[in-house]
């Protein structure tokens, strides 16, 4: 099949990694794949270079950008509908808020033209409206993905948790929707980084070889939950010397929550990595102990399966597709904003080595088949074919 795939940026980010890894896979099983994308701009980093060489076609439209901008982005749409006729794709799969809406209109509109008849099909990594939004912007959000629904074939989700949200918001009906795990390239998470790699990591970041590390991996920024985990570590640090918390990211908010660390008197505690390239996640994570998600958004964050492959027990918020990871046998599921919960599951997990052994070795055997790239490529090439006949 000639496939189209449409993001609006490749920044380091789970919906990239995501499209990443289905255009490379998609394209060694023998299918013409094209990435449209805008450009990779912001502090989360980039994975353009990432893209490259992997034998599929990348197109960059430099207007297509996340903030709504109506010049930019009628500039984007046309520029889409004008790659897309040229390419004339059986399938035009979109990723991501903006390039979902643009990139299925430019679709649709192709379908009344005799020589093209591409079948549209977007994935739900996230969604645009949430709990924690204005409400005027959430009816906004809703009305035009409702709007965009009559424009998709297919929708694919990376979370059950998606697709119930969707349908709840009256968009699309149980039919159009299959869930895919977003996969993981799973090789450097199940193997253990050395012992060496550890050492000098841990040195490198300041961190004792002794010390137990809760680790957060997210961007720095709103509704990421690291006022939480500092908030918990002010109640552990005083009784667990031992403990220190590692935050791997960066984003807008990082000289904020550097300021709320220190004022707090817990700068001695807190390490902060800043960016690190997606090769150096495997090492934080098995340099650390426990991994502690508190975020209050997500499709299924990436981060979840990344650390239970690597073994490690799991403390997240109870928030969107993270019960379908975690549970009493993998890991704690908390409830969203609760201090207490936070550091009574961090507390058990360092106070018993066997228990944070078990549940971790529980979630590596638990979802390693679920994350395996063949098996979502397997998930949405089915899609694409039952489009297709």
Request: hydrophobic letters at 40%.
């Amino acid at each position: 099949m000639k496939i189209v795939h449409i993001i609006t940026r490749l920044i380091l980010g789970g919906a990239q990694e995501n499209t990443l890894i289905t255009c490379r896979e998609l394209t060694k099983r023998g299918h013409d794949v094209t990435l449209v994308t805008g450009p990779a701009l912001g502090p989360e980093g980039r994975l353009f270079e990432q893209a490259q060489e992997q034998g599929y076609k990348i197109i960059v439209v430099d207007k297509l950008r996340r903030e709504i901008n109506p010049l930019y982005d009628a500039i984007s749409y046309y520029q889409l509908k004008k790659i897309l006729k040229k390419l004339q794709p059986d399938i035009i799969h979109t990723h991501s808020a903006k390039a979902g809406i643009l990139g299925r209109f430019a679709g649709y509109s192709l379908k009344s033209q005799p020589s093209q008849k591409p079948r549209v099909v977007h994935t739900i990594h996230g969604l645009a409206f949430h709990t924690y939004l204005n409400k005027l912007l959430n009816k906004f959000y809703i009305a035009i993905e409702k709007i965009t629904e009559k424009k998709t074939d297919a929708f694919l989700s990376v979370a059950d948790a998606m697709t119930e949200k969707t349908i709840a918001a009256g968009i699309g009906k149980p039919q159009d929707f299959t869930t895919a795990y977003s996969a993981i390239d799973e090789d450097d998470f199940l193997t253990r980084s050395s012992d060496e790699e550890i050492t000098d990591f841990r040195r490198k970041h300041d961190i004792s070889q002794h010390a137990k590390v809760f680790v957060c991996i997210a961007r720095l920024a709103e509704l990421k939950g690291h006022e939480f985990i500092i908030e918990s570590a002010k109640r552990i640090a005083p009784k667990h010397n031992e403990c220190v918390w590692l935050f791997v990211g960066d984003g807008h908010l990082a000289d904020q929550i550097t300021s709320i660390v220190q004022v707090a008197g817990l700068g001695y505690k807190f390490k902060f990595t800043g960016l690190l390239s997606p090769d150096q996640i495997p090492l934080a994570i098995h340099s650390s102990d426990v991994l502690v998600h508190c975020s209050l958004r997500e499709g299924l964050a990436r981060v979840l399966p990344q650390a239970m492959l690597c073994a490690k027990p799991v403390v997240s918020f109870d928030i969107d597709g993270a019960k379908e990871v975690v549970n009493e046998n993998t890991g704690f599921l908390i409830e969203p904003e609760n201090i207490d919960q936070l550091t009574d599951a961090c507390e058990k997990l360092m106070d018993d080595p066997d228990l944070a052994s078990r549940l971790g070795q529980n979630a590596r055997e638990s979802i390693t088949k679920q994350f395996a790239p063949d098996t979502m490529v397997d998930v949405i090439e089915k899609v694409y074919n039952k489009l297709i006949e």
